[in-house]
């Protein structure tokens, strides 16, 4: 992510999701490549996400489940410790599905601007609705991390820039539309759940970067609300 020099904004960089990011194990880098066969203090609850034997002891098929998932998610040491991160990442996992078809039944987005790209900052989720009518989403983002928040309230799209760099951390932000200073909706190539989280920006995956850049033009209405956990 970055900002736009042009227009005199400072970037807040990339932006998923979660706890914040404390590692239980002091691994050596050695020992992060291996399978752990400490039980995390969230064994149980990270069994039964996984679909392994809930028995609350680490096996050696626990860990190696646990690591997979953690590789695929950027979840570092990813020696497969059930511990803090790896479940917040699951329980955020959990409670957006739960959302369905219906991510803005607390009326907090408004319903009175016609087409807005809508941010749930709690759930990591965005959708984009004209009026009460649910057009795209909800999908997973990659919000600002501790200290790098994506900030909160009501904005409109002010710039677009389908094949933009950022400036301060040389990164593409491909299908970037800028809603707030530097921070902007953009594909990121890393998964929306690796924490801590983006610089400021919403990350998005490709698909539905491209989706956002083809329904919002500029002076769109963007709202974001709520809190990341972990800030």
């Not at 970055?2 to 932006?15: E, H, I, N, S, Y």
């Not at 698909?207 to 500029?218: C, E, P, R």
Request: aromatic share 8%; proline share 6%.
């Amino acid at each position: 992510m970055g900002d736009v020099r042009r227009r005199g904004a400072v970037a807040l960089g990339l932006t998923a999701l979660v706890a914040p990011l404390t590692l239980a194990l002091g691994a050596t880098p050695a020992a992060a490549a291996s399978c752990t066969t400490q039980t995390g203090p969230y064994q149980k609850q990270v069994e039964k996400f996984l679909g392994r034997p809930v028995d609350g002891k680490q096996s050696a098929a626990d860990c190696k489940a646990i690591k997979a998932f953690q590789t695929k998610h950027g979840i570092t040491p990813n020696i497969g410790y059930a511990g803090s991160v790896t479940w917040g990442v699951m329980d955020l996992m959990t409670k957006q599905k739960a959302v369905g078809k219906n991510p803005n039944k607390d009326g907090k987005c408004p319903v009175n601007k016609g087409r807005i790209a809508c941010v749930n900052l709690t759930l990591q989720l965005s959708w984009i609705q004209d009026g009460k009518k649910l057009v795209y989403g909800p999908v997973p983002v990659r919000t600002g991390r501790d200290g790098d928040e994506t900030r909160t309230g009501l904005k409109k799209i002010y710039w677009r820039n389908i094949d933009h760099v950022s400036s301060i951390y040389d990164v593409p932000m491909p299908y970037a539309q800028f809603f707030d200073g530097g921070q902007a909706f953009h594909q990121a190539n890393v998964s929306m759940w690796n924490p801590p989280g983006s610089r400021g920006c919403v990350n998005m995956t490709k698909t539905d970067a491209q989706k956002y850049w083809s329904m919002l033009k500029k002076g769109d209405d963007v709202f974001v609300y709520g809190r990341k956990p972990g800030t």
